[in-house]
C-alpha cells in the first residue's frame, strides 16, 4: 500500500480544487490534490481529443503543473475513509492511504436524471454527457438532436451540437418565459454572463416545454413534448436530457458534514461543521466556475491558515452568490415534470426496477430491500437523486466501499485498521 502526507489533500481537481490548491501552495503548504480523471479540470474544463481548453484553464493548470509544492494524483477514485484524517484510494495500479492534516472537498457536481417512458433508450443521454462525448471527439454530422431540461447548460449543449455536424431540431426549456424574462433583465450585474449568452441563444428555443416520452424500439426515433398544454411529437436520433446539477455530497456525509438544502454546509471561511475539513465549488451549491474559483481561494487560504488573504476574496464571492440565488431561482424544476414518471417509466435502470414497482415503499431504505432499488453499477447515484426529488426521501448515508474496488485494495485497507471491517 502506498501511503502518502500532506498538509492539505484538496479531493477534486475542478475549477475550486485547482484555486484552493494554488492558494495553499502559496502559503508553503504540502498539496495533494485527487481527482478520477485523467486529467486536471473537472467537467467543466474537461480535456479531450475534440476540446480547445479556455485561456484560464490553461493558466490554472500551468501554474499547478509548476508548482513544486502541489502533487498531481489523477485517475484515483475514492474508496474509503480509513481514520478521521486519511482517504483511502485506487488507482489502476496500486491502492493509496494519503493522511492529512487538512482537507478540502471540491467534489463538484453531476447531472440529475429524473425518469420519463422511453428515457434509458439508446440514443437518449444526460445533456452533460453528450457534450463529454463530443469533446471525445463524437460527432453528430447530420442527426437531428433535441435538447431538453432546464438552465444555461442546454444552450452550451447546442452549440457541442452545432460545431459536431448536428440539427436541432429543438431545445425544450422547462423553465417559462417570465421567469426567464426576469432573469435576463438583472443579467446586465455580471456582463461576463452577457456575453456568453449573448452568443448561445439559438433557433428553435421553446420555454414551458417538458419531454414526457421518448419513443423507439431498439434505438430512439422521437419524442413527445408537452407545451402550454399541447403534445407535440417530433422526429429526432438523439435526445439530451439535462434537468440542471445536484451537488456530489457523499465524501461529505463519509465524514459527517452536516448537508442542507442538498449540498455541503459551510461557513464565511468555507469549513464544514467537522474540524479541518473545508469544501468549494459546486459540492456546496451550483453558481458556475467564478462562483467555485472564489470559494476555493478562499478555502485554499483558510485551510492554510492565511484568514487575512481569504477575507479579500469576500466581496467578490458574495458578488457571484447573488448570480447563483438569480439563476436557481430562474431555473427552479416544476413539479410538473414528477407527472412523467409513469408507472412504466424505469427508475432503475440497472436493476430494470419502474416506477410502480415501488409505489407502496415510504423510504429509499424499503425500496431498496423489496426491489433492490440502487443495487446496480451506479450504486444509487443515479436513481436515488431521482428518488430524492420525485418522493421527497432523502438520499441514504454511504456505506464503505463507495466506489467498485479491488480485493487487494479492501485487503490493504482491513490491515491498515484491523480493529474495523469494511
Known amino acids: 500500500m502506498n501511503i502518502q502526507q500532506c498538509d492539505i489533500a484538496i479531493l477534486g481537481a475542478g475549477p475550486a480544487g485547482l484555486a484552493a490548491a494554488l492558494a495553499a501552495a502559496r502559503c508553503g503548504r504540502r498539496v495533494i490534490v485527487i481527482d478520477d480523471n485523467p486529467h486536471p ?23 499547478v503543473a509548476a ?12 474508496i474509503a475513509r480509513p481514520d478521521a484524517k486519511s482517504l483511502l484510494l485506487e488507482t489502476a495500479t496500486e491502492g493509496v492511504i494519503v493522511r492529512w492534516d487538512k482537507l478540502i472537498l471540491c467534489c463538484g457536481a453531476r447531472e440529475l436524471s429524473l425518469p420519463f417512458p422511453g428515457w434509458t433508450l439508446p440514443g437518449v443521454t444526460g445533456a452533460g454527457g453528450l457534450q463529454a462525448q463530443i469533446k471525445q471527439g463524437l460527432r453528430l454530422d447530420g442527426q437531428r438532436v433535441v435538447i431538453a431540461g432546464s438552465g444555461p447548460l442546454l444552450l452550451a449543449v447546442a452549440a457541442s451540437v452545432r460545431k459536431a455536424g448536428g440539427e436541432i431540431v429543438q431545445i425544450a426549456e422547462q423553465t417559462p418565459l417570465t421567469a426567464l424574462a426576469r432573469f435576463a433583465a438583472g443579467l446586465w450585474r455580471w456582463p461576463s454572463k452577457v456575453r456568453q449568452l449573448a452568443g448561445l441563444i439559438p433557433q428553435n428555443y421553446h420555454t414551458g416545454a417538458q419531454v414526457i416520452a421518448a419513443a423507439g424500439e431498439k434505438t ?3 419524442v413527445t413534448l ?6 407535440v411529437s417530433l422526429p429526432c436520433d438523439r435526445l439530451a436530457i439535462g434537468y440542471g446539477l445536484i451537488a456530489n455530497i457523499e465524501p461529505a456525509m463519509l465524514f459527517k458534514c452536516d448537508i442542507q438544502r442538498e449540498a455541503i454546509s459551510v461557513n464565511a471561511w468555507q469549513q464544514t461543521s467537522v474540524d479541518d475539513i473545508y469544501a468549494a465549488g459546486e459540492c456546496t451549491g451550483f453558481g458556475g466556475s467564478e462562483l467555485a474559483i472564489v470559494e476555493g481561494r478562499i478555502a485554499g487560504y483558510a485551510a492554510a491558515g492565511d484568514g487575512q488573504r481569504a477575507r479579500k476574496f469576500f466581496p467578490r464571492r458574495k458578488r457571484w452568490q447573488r448570480f447563483s440565488r438569480a439563476l436557481n431561482n430562474a431555473f427552479t424544476l ?6 412523467a414518471a409513469t408507472e412504466d417509466a424505469l427508475l432503475c435502470r440497472c436493476e430494470d426496477v419502474r416506477c410502480g414497482d415501488i409505489a407502496g415503499s415510504d423510504s429509499w431504505r424499503q425500496a431498496k430491500m423489496h426491489q433492490r432499488c440502487g443495487m446496480g453499477a451506479c450504486q ?18 454511504p456505506r464503505e466501499p463507495l466506489s467498485p474496488a479491488r480485493a487487494e485494495t479492501l485487503i490493504a485497507l482491513q490491515a491498515y485498521r484491523p480493529e474495523k471491517t469494511v
Open 380 to 397: 444509487g447515484r443515479t436513481c436515488a437523486a431521482s428518488a430524492r426529488w420525485l418522493y421527497g426521501w432523502p438520499l441514504p448515508q
Open 220 to 222: 430512439l426515433t422521437g
Open 226 to 231: 408537452r407545451s402550454q398544454g399541447k403534445r
Open 41 to 63: 479540470g473537472g467537467q467543466i474544463w474537461r480535456d479531450d481529443p475534440g476540446v480547445a481548453l479556455p485561456p484560464l484553464a490553461q493558466r490554472y493548470r500551468r501554474a
Open 334 to 339: 416544476s413539479d410538473e415534470l414528477k407527472s
Open 67 to 78: 508548482d513544486g509544492n502541489i502533487t498531481l494524483l489523477n485517475g484515483a477514485k475514492l
